[in-house]
Structure formats: structure tokens, C-alpha cells
């Protein structure tokens, strides 16, 4: 695996105008419709101290949540199956679907089987598997990664998804109103839900081990045809997604839609606990390097998240590169993050794709301190060896230069030299700095210079007060 | 070993020290009067709040006049007939060329303007998302608070299937632009009318 | 009162006059200022850097230099945040932990510790832009962030509004961060100077004449910005302001 360029990939970002103009405008106004919601709640902060804890008290008894939950899914009727890891949940679904003659997947998003890189491994095996939310539909169409946890295709105007679908569903190429073009996708998909060979798959937001319930929040009510309407029914559930009781999903579902696009909660919030008359559930529950994770000191808070994707559209960053520049399955601060848990040199560089600015912490609804983590994946990153061969250098060296007064002293007043250089010398591509920006005049004195001059022990002011 | 008994092996070795499990409250001090408050809630969701329908009405009346150019309209309701009853539908995939679904909530939620609804009040599930549009009827004592309240129904620990269902089925996906009836339903009608007294 | 003066790298280099100002600044409301002439740099770009170990000399170069003082004031918000939360290097001693605690950014020092709101000396007849960075704003407390549902409060606006004819420009997101980040405005050159092109085009579009900042890397970089684009903003730092500087 290459390593994730995330300069590079922002850099060709940054050049296209209306699309980066279209994309931080669009996540801002998200987040400031976030911002209104919160501030409407007088117990917001005391909600996500709440989510914070529950999710670190289930993590922390995690094994026996799961056993509960799955003794409460089979007493229920439901089939639980266990996966290991990403190629044991393919196989798993596979087999369902294979044995039940099943040639169609309908499916709603799930963060999950993009990590586990579902789709292709069906679409090898003959299985035709269709994305029924329309950001995720519109991706797979473009055979592009979601750049987005709720908003698959946030990065696109709709030109774009004109063009997309005119090329695989027959809309009209001229036609980019997204009326027009959501209404031809819902035309595309609706035969899809009927067909008799066709089976469900939905994703999981919470999982509740008193009653064994699997709970999925959608606003285009996709999820619900998809698990509705077939008689197949497949939820594919991340184990760290478990929370111990009912009277508990009431603190996530206040702040979910809230943190995500600003909604005070999503059109469908649906409950999955027993197979419907005459059809089947079957709940795959994947560990995938989750477990691992949870043995990190430092890092198995990220575990907490629920996919809000409210650090993205905070980042000031994410908005500025778009998704894809992230280069793996989840994007933006989280991804920076939970990326490196899964391939630490691939994803070497996302922990630097950051300011430190921390708004992505304060706008976490269960208080995943993101930003703190990222500082300490730097350190990871370094122990690793996973920076280049000059940056190391360059760091040893700038580490016993500033552990040396008398050596930065040298090196400081030198510095103000560089004001006379000639403008060619000082903008050049290899300046990073003056690429885009001016370069500050450098002063006649240091203020240690100065210092010297006007403030001798001698003359200090004594007692003056 | 299985899998099953690995992972959880896996979970119960790696698992941080056990932290405390707080109490929630119920969060229902200086709450706004329910009826208004559901009302302006799902109003924001794009639902549409109808009233002043009383029991004696004719309610097929009502839902045609909504709907003009209706043809098939399914009820799982005792108070309208439609132009076909649910207990008639053995295959989900039958409703698909229903114009409108007709259902009772099982409860409603306030803070949100959902509506509550199950396998009980649907008889088949997709009768909430693949007719075109749905009316829901809604008893306003049946309207809870919050959330909070919502979770402490008996109805979420015996329901095979629940939904709070909150305004049609919507997307913003292409620029951001709001469209509603994206997969399911292109709107809801909460039709306020009070249980009968043998309902 | 007896203080510490912690000028940080850049500010001694590029901004000696943010230092003079802060020295006077702490001078004109009745501390013993005393530099400590052997100081560098806290070790942050290091540390941002994830190079933990070489910022070991850094560090505790720092702590040699101030362990002796109950207060250190330094005119930057991020080293501040640098020093008290990631001063890691190596293990905490008795002297680590004494100098984490009494490293102070200047507003939070004037505002909090000697409990100042009146500036009689200072006029500042200009429309300003107030820039809160990100260090100041999320790890050291100086504003309530629009993040969060709690009350609202500013340190460095409860100060500037002790000085005479003052006004105060309105940009659209006063708490996005402005895309200097450290190293970042290097590594991630792209990004970075797009965050600095955006911010300034905001504060330029709320009218203000000035963006004024407790962190000087800030300004360093959000004027090399509008310097670029021809934008006519002018920058300063809050200490010079307090200290009665009239543009």
C-alpha cells in the first residue's frame, strides 16, 4: 500500500474555486445549523457528558454487553454470526445470501462494510449490490470512496452528479436539478427493492443489549424499505456500537442528528429486534481490529464514536481537501485517528493534516478528544520511523539548537539577515512558506538585543509600583 | 475455539478498566405543552398537521380531500376504509402502487415531532415507505414529552420492529438541496383524532 | 510583584516590538520584570512535530530558566498551552511541574491574576478584528467557544474594552482557526495559506482596519496572507494595544 499524499491531494482540491467554495460553505452552514440546535438545549453539555460516560462504561464491560445482547437477539429469533475481521464478514454474508438464492443486495449505508470492502467481494461472486442512499448511490455510480460519513457526496456539484448519472442510470445530461435527479434515482432504485430475489442490508448506529435491538437512523427512509420489504434482513454491527439499555439511546439520538446536519433528529429512527412474519434477521457482529484498539491506552476512546461527522464539518481543514485527500474510509479528524489503528504507514500522514485546533473535540457529542489524539499519533508516527529521512534531521538538529543558548543566539541573530536577500532567493517553489505568503521584515534588533541595551541588571526597576 | 468465543476472549483481555454507569435523567422540567409543542416540531420536519376532524366525520371524506387525484389507499385504520384494507396485503411488495397508507400512531414525541409507529399499528411494515404517501392518526393524549419519556414505553421491549418516523422521507444530498421523498414516503399528515373509546 | 518574562523564539526575532510592549505593559501595572537571558524556545514545534525526544534539551533548558519564579508571562498563547499541557519530554519533577503551573499567557495573567480591566493610558481609535486563536480559545480558556452551550465570556474583550475608542469588527467565524497550526503552515502549505486567505477576507469583509491577537504566530501568518493578496490590513498584538500604542 502507498502511502496517503494528503498535500498533493489537497493541493488539486484547493485549484478548483467553485468546488471548494460550494464544499466549505456547505459543511459551515452545517455546522453553524449544529451550533443552533446545541445552544437550543439547556442540557447539551450535560448530554454529552452522559454519552461520554455510557460509552465508556459499555466499552469497558464490553464483553458482557455482547454476550447480553446476543442472548437477548436469539431469544428474540434473530441469527447472530461473529466475524473476526473484514474477509469473515464478507464470507459470512455471502454464504447467506448464496444459500437463499439471493442475486440482489439492497442496502443502506454502513461505515462498516466500506471498511470490510464488501461490495466487490459480492460483485465477484455474482451478487448485485445496490447503495440506496443517495450520496452513497451517487459514489458507487462514480466508483468513488464515500468523501463523507453522512454526506457520501458532499465533494460534488450537482453538474457532477448530472454526469454521473447520465452515464449509468439514463438521466438527462443537461438536466443537474437536484430534484430532477433524486426523483431518477428513486425511479432507478424502486424496482430494486421489489425484486423477489432480493435481500436487505442495513448498518447499525446503536445496538442495545437489554433488548438485543438493532437501531438505525436514516433521513430517506431507504433503510426501512430495506429491511421492510425483502424478506432478508442483514445488520452488520461493529461490537464497539453496543449500549447496556433503552432508557440510554435517548442521550445519543438527541445529540445524533443534532451533530450531524443540525436536525433535531433524523425522519426515520428504526428499531430492529425480531424477524417480521414469515422472514428472517440476521445480525453479523465484527470485531476487524476493534478489540485491538480497545487495548490502546491512549486511543480506545475513539472507540465512542457514533458517526455523527461532526468533526468533519468542523475541520477547517476537511473543508479545505475534501474527503477523498484523506485516502481511507473515514475522513477528516476521525480518520486521522481511527486510519492509522488500521495501516500505520499508509496512513502516516493524516495525523498531520491538522491545525490542533481542537473544535473538533468541543463539537464531539460523546467527547472524543480528538485533537489530543492526533497529537499523540504524531509521536506514534515518529517512534515508528515513519517520517521522512530530512525532517528527522532536521528536527534532531533543531532539538540541540534550541537545548543551547549559545548556539541559538548565533543562529537567531543571523536570522535577520534574511531581509536583505533578494525576493528570488526568498520565493522560490522550495519555499513553503513564500509560496502564498509574504515573509515578516525581520527587525534591527532581536528583543533580546534590545533587551541589552535598555534593561541592564543594574538599572532594573526596583520596587517600582 | 469459534469465533464467537475468540472475540469475546479477544474483548474481555483488552478491555479498559471498568468505568461507572451514570444515571440519566428524564430531562422534563419547564417542557412546553406537548400538543403545541409536537405540533411545531413536526411542522419543521415537513410534516403536515391537520385538525378539527371530529370522531363522527367521514374520514375517507377527509384523506380524498387531501389527496384528489388518490387512487389506491390502503388503511390499517378501523376509522377510514380506503380503497383497500391492510389485513388484504400477504406480500409487502403489494403496496408498492399505493398511493396513500393509512395508520394510527402508537404514540408521539413532543420534542421531535415523531410518531411512533410498529408491526402493531402497521400489520405489514412497509406500509410506512412504499406508498406514496402516508396519513398517521394521532390521539393528542398519546403525545409524550421527550425523548427520555419516549424510551420508558413499554410498546420499544415488545415491538418486533419500531419507528420513530419524523416528517417524510427526505434528502439533501445533492447541494445541499432539501428534497422530500427521496426513497420513501414524499410526505406524512398527522391527522389529530382521538382514539374511540373501544380502540 | 516579581514575573518572569518568557519571549518566545519568533517574537524575539521577528516581533521585538511585542516584546518591548508586553515588558512595559507588565512594567506600567507594577511588576518586577525579569528576563531570563539564557532562554530559546519552549520546545513546541518539536513537540507539535511528534519529536517528543528531541525536544527533551528544549524542555528542560525551559525549566532551568524559570524554575525559580511564581510567575512566568509570556505574550503567546500557544507556547503557554505548549508549556502547561505538553511540557512532556521528560518525566515531571517538582520543578516541571512548578514551572507548568506558573506559566501564564498575558491576558489570562492581567485578567485573571492582577484582576486589571482599566487601561486609562491606552487609545486605540481604529476598528478591530479580534483574533482568538485557537490555543487561547480552546486549551487556555480566554472566550467561550461557539461550540459549546455555555455562557458567553471574553478575556481579551473584557480588556480591550477598558481602552478609549475602540470599536470592534463582526466577521462571520470568529473562532475558525486561520490555518497557521505550527509546522502546518508549512507541511501542509496548500491548506494552510487557503485557511489564511479565507480568514483575512473575512475580517477584511467585517470591515476591520486591524485584527488584533494574543498569539503573534497568528498574526505572522495571516499578514503574510494579506500582504499576498493586496488586502489592507494592518496587525497587532494585544499587548501593544494595552500598552497605549496609538496604531
Redesign the interface.
Known amino acids: 500500500m502507498s502511502k496517503v499524499d494528503?498535500?498533493k491531494a489537497?493541493?488539486s482540491f484547493?485549484k478548483d474555486e467553485p468546488h471548494?467554495q460550494?464544499h466549505?460553505k456547505?459543511l459551515?452552514?452545517i455546522r453553524s445549523l449544529r451550533?443552533q440546535q446545541?445552544?437550543g438545549?439547556?442540557?447539551?453539555?450535560q448530554l454529552r457528558?452522559?454519552a461520554s460516560?455510557?460509552k465508556?462504561?459499555t466499552?469497558?464491560?464490553?464483553?458482557d454487553y455482547?454476550?447480553e445482547f446476543?442472548r437477548k437477539a436469539i431469544a428474540?429469533g434473530v441469527v447472530v454470526h461473529?466475524?473476526?475481521n473484514a474477509a469473515?464478514h464478507n464470507r459470512i454474508v455471502h454464504q447467506l445470501l448464496s444459500e437463499r438464492g439471493v442475486d440482489t443486495l439492497v442496502k443502506s449505508k454502513s461505515m462498516l462494510t466500506e471498511e470490510c470492502e464488501m461490495r466487490p467481494y459480492l460483485e465477484a461472486r455474482g451478487i448485485a449490490v445496490i447503495e440506496?442512499?443517495?450520496?452513497e448511490r451517487?459514489q458507487q455510480l462514480d466508483d468513488e470512496m464515500p468523501s463523507h460519513i453522512v454526506?457520501?457526496?458532499?465533494h460534488?456539484?450537482?453538474k457532477d452528479?448530472a454526469e454521473v448519472f447520465a452515464d449509468t442510470i439514463g438521466t438527462d445530461r443537461s438536466n443537474d436539478d437536484?430534484?430532477y435527479?433524486?426523483e431518477g434515482m428513486?425511479q432507478d432504485?424502486?424496482p430494486y427493492?421489489?425484486k423477489?430475489t432480493a435481500a436487505g442490508m442495513t448498518g447499525c448506529n446503536f445496538a442495545v443489549a437489554e433488548?438485543g435491538s438493532v437501531v438505525v437512523c436514516t433521513?430517506?427512509?431507504?433503510a426501512?424499505?430495506s429491511?421492510?420489504?425483502p424478506s432478508l434482513h442483514i445488520a452488520s454491527i461493529g461490537?464497539e456500537k453496543l449500549i447496556?439499555r433503552?432508557?440510554?439511546?435517548?442521550?445519543f439520538?438527541?445529540m445524533l442528528s443534532r451533530s450531524a446536519?443540525g436536525?433535531?433528529?433524523?425522519?426515520?429512527?428504526?428499531?430492529?429486534?425480531?424477524?417480521?412474519?414469515g422472514g428472517e434477521l440476521h445480525y453479523v457482529?465484527v470485531?476487524n481490529g476493534r478489540?485491538?484498539r480497545?487495548?490502546m491506552?491512549d486511543f480506545?476512546y475513539s472507540l465512542k464514536c457514533i458517526r455523527c461527522g461532526a468533526c468533519m464539518n468542523?475541520c477547517?481543514?476537511y473543508r479545505?481537501?475534501g474527503g477523498l485527500s484523506y485516502g481511507g474510509v473515514y475522513a477528516g479528524p476521525i480518520g486521522a485517528i481511527i486510519n492509522p489503528t488500521f495501516d500505520l504507514k499508509k496512513y502516516s500522514a493524516l495525523?498531520?493534516?491538522?491545525?490542533?485546533?481542537?473544535?473538533c473535540?468541543?463539537?464531539c457529542p460523546v467527547k472524543i478528544n480528538i485533537h489530543e489524539q492526533i497529537?499523540k499519533?504524531?509521536?506514534?508516527?515518529?517512534?515508528q520511523g515513519q517520517?521522512s529521512f530530512i525532517?528527522?534531521e532536521a528536527?534532531?538538529l533543531?532539538?540541540?539548537?534550541?537545548?543551547?543558548?549559545k548556539r541559538?543566539r548565533q543562529l537567531?541573530e543571523g536570522?535577520?539577515t534574511i531581509g536583505g536577500l533578494p525576493r528570488a532567493f526568498l520565493y522560490n517553489p522550495f519555499n513553503?512558506?513564500g509560496?502564498?505568503?509574504?515573509?515578516?521584515?525581520?527587525?534591527k534588533?532581536?528583543?533580546?538585543?534590545?533587551?541589552?541595551q535598555n534593561?541592564n541588571k543594574d538599572d532594573?526597576?526596583?520596587?517600582?509600583? | 475455539m469459534?469465533?464467537?468465543d475468540?472475540?469475546?476472549a479477544?474483548?474481555?483481555?483488552?478491555?479498559?478498566?471498568?468505568?461507572?454507569?451514570?444515571k440519566?435523567p428524564l430531562?422534563d422540567t419547564d417542557l412546553p405543552p406537548t400538543r403545541a409543542a409536537f405540533i411545531a416540531?413536526l411542522g419543521?420536519?415537513g410534516g403536515v398537521w391537520l385538525e378539527g376532524a371530529g370522531l363522527a366525520d367521514d374520514f375517507d371524506s377527509v384523506i380524498r380531500n387531501r389527496f384528489p387525484s388518490a387512487k389506491n389507499i390502503c388503511s390499517a385504520v378501523p376509522e377510514a376504509e380506503g380503497t383497500c384494507r391492510i389485513e388484504s396485503i400477504d406480500d409487502?411488495?403489494q403496496l408498492?402502487g399505493v398511493d396513500i397508507g393509512v395508520v394510527r400512531a402508537g404514540f408521539a414525541v413532543a420534542?421531535?415531532?415523531?410518531v411512533w409507529l410498529s408491526?402493531v399499528q402497521y400489520s405489514v411494515?412497509?406500509l410506512?415507505?412504499?406508498p406514496q404517501h402516508l396519513v398517521v392518526l394521532l390521539d393528542p393524549a398519546d403525545i409524550v414529552p421527550?425523548?427520555?419519556h419516549?424510551?420508558?414505553r413499554r410498546e420499544?421491549?415488545t415491538?418486533?420492529?419500531?419507528?420513530?418516523?419524523?416528517?417524510?422521507?427526505?434528502?439533501?444530498?445533492?447541494?445541499?438541496?432539501l428534497?422530500r421523498?427521496?426513497?420513501?414516503?414524499r410526505s406524512l399528515t398527522v391527522l389529530e383524532l382521538p382514539r374511540s373509546s373501544n380502540d | 510583584?516579581r514575573v518572569a518574562l518568557f519571549?518566545p523564539?519568533f517574537?524575539?526575532?521577528?516581533?521585538?516590538?511585542v516584546?518591548?510592549a508586553t515588558?512595559e505593559l507588565l512594567?506600567r501595572v507594577?511588576?518586577?520584570v525579569?528576563?531570563p537571558?539564557?532562554?530559546?524556545?519552549c520546545?513546541q514545534?518539536?513537540g507539535?512535530?511528534?519529536?517528543?525526544?528531541?525536544?527533551?534539551?528544549?524542555e528542560?533548558?525551559f525549566v532551568q530558566n524559570f524554575a525559580d519564579f511564581d510567575y512566568i508571562v509570556s505574550p503567546s498563547g500557544s507556547c503557554v498551552h505548549h508549556v502547561r499541557d505538553?511540557l512532556t519530554a521528560a518525566p515531571d519533577d517538582d520543578a516541571r511541574a512548578r514551572v507548568r503551573t506558573n506559566t501564564y499567557e498575558l491576558v489570562e495573567f492581567l485578567h485573571d491574576v492582577l484582576n486589571i480591566r482599566d487601561f486609562p493610558w491606552a487609545e486605540f481609535p481604529h476598528k478591530v478584528g479580534l483574533h482568538n486563536s485557537?490555543g487561547t480559545l480552546?486549551?487556555l480558556n480566554h472566550a467561550s467557544?461557539?461550540?459549546?452551550?455555555?455562557p458567553f465570556f471574553s478575556k481579551p474583550l473584557d480588556l480591550l474594552q477598558g481602552v478609549k475608542g475602540i470599536e470592534f469588527a463582526a466577521p462571520q467565524?470568529p473562532?475558525?482557526?486561520c490555518?497557521?497550526?505550527?509546522t502546518?503552515?508549512?507541511?501542509?502549505?496548500?491548506?494552510?495559506?487557503?485557511?489564511?486567505?479565507?480568514k483575512v477576507r473575512d475580517h477584511a469583509g467585517a470591515g476591520a482596519e486591524y485584527i488584533v491577537s494574543a498569539d503573534m504566530s497568528c498574526l505572522?501568518?495571516q499578514?503574510?496572507?494579506a500582504?499576498?493578496l493586496g488586502l489592507p490590513l494592518k496587525f497587532i498584538h494585544i499587548a501593544q494595544i494595552l500598552n497605549g500604542a496609538k496604531a
Not at chain 1, 132 to 135: A, C, I, K, N, Q
Not at chain 2, 163 to 168: A, D, E, K, S
Not at chain 2, 181 to 185: D, K
Open positions: 494528503h498535500v489537497s493541493r484547493i471548494i460550494f466549505d456547505r459551515w452552514q451550533d446545541a445552544h438545549i439547556p442540557e447539551w453539555e457528558e452522559l460516560r455510557i465508556e462504561h466499552l469497558s464491560n464490553l464483553a455482547l454476550e446476543e428474540n461473529w466475524a473476526a469473515e440506496t442512499d443517495l450520496g451517487i454526506i457520501p457526496a458532499v460534488k456539484l450537482a452528479v437536484p430534484h435527479l433524486a428513486r432504485t424502486r427493492f421489489l423477489s433488548t433521513n430517506e427512509g431507504n426501512d424499505l429491511a421492510n420489504v461490537i447496556p433503552l432508557e440510554h439511546l435517548p442521550v439520538i438527541r446536519i436536525s433535531p433528529i433524523t425522519q426515520y429512527t428504526s428499531h430492529f429486534s425480531a424477524p417480521k412474519d457482529l470485531d478489540s485491538e480497545l487495548a491506552d480506545w468542523t477547517p481543514v479545505r481537501s495525523p498531520f493534516a491538522s491545525t490542533l485546533n481542537g473544535s473535540s468541543n463539537v497529537y499519533w504524531r509521536q506514534i508516527v515518529v517512534e517520517v525532517k528527522k528536527m534532531k533543531a532539538g540541540k539548537v534550541l537545548g543551547d543558548p541559538y537567531s536570522a535577520k513553503a512558506w509560496k502564498q505568503r509574504e515573509l515578516p521584515a525581520a527587525p534588533q532581536t528583543f533580546h538585543e534590545w533587551y541589552a534593561r532594573q526597576p526596583e520596587g517600582k509600583a | 469459534t469465533n464467537r475468540a472475540i469475546l479477544a474483548v474481555r483481555q483488552k478491555q479498559p478498566a471498568s468505568c461507572a454507569l451514570p440519566v430531562f416540531a419543521k420536519m409487502p411488495r408498492d420534542e421531535t415531532g415523531s408491526e411494515n412497509a410506512g415507505y412504499l421527550n425523548l427520555h419516549a424510551y420508558q420499544f421491549f415491538a418486533r420492529y419500531a419507528v420513530l418516523m419524523t416528517g417524510p422521507s427526505a434528502t439533501a444530498d445533492i447541494e445541499g438541496v428534497i421523498g427521496a426513497q420513501g414516503i | 510583584m519571549i523564539c517574537i524575539d526575532t521577528f516581533f521585538p516590538e516584546g518591548i515588558l512594567e507594577g511588576c518586577q525579569v528576563y537571558p539564557n532562554q530559546t524556545c520546545g514545534p518539536l507539535n512535530s511528534g519529536c517528543q525526544a528531541d525536544a527533551r534539551a528544549a528542560t533548558l505538553h485557537c480552546r486549551r467557544s461557539s461550540e459549546l452551550n455555555l467565524r473562532d475558525e482557526c490555518g497557521f497550526g505550527g502546518f503552515c508549512v507541511t501542509e502549505e496548500p491548506v494552510s495559506a487557503r485557511m489564511g486567505y479565507d505572522m501568518h499578514k503574510g496572507c500582504e499576498r
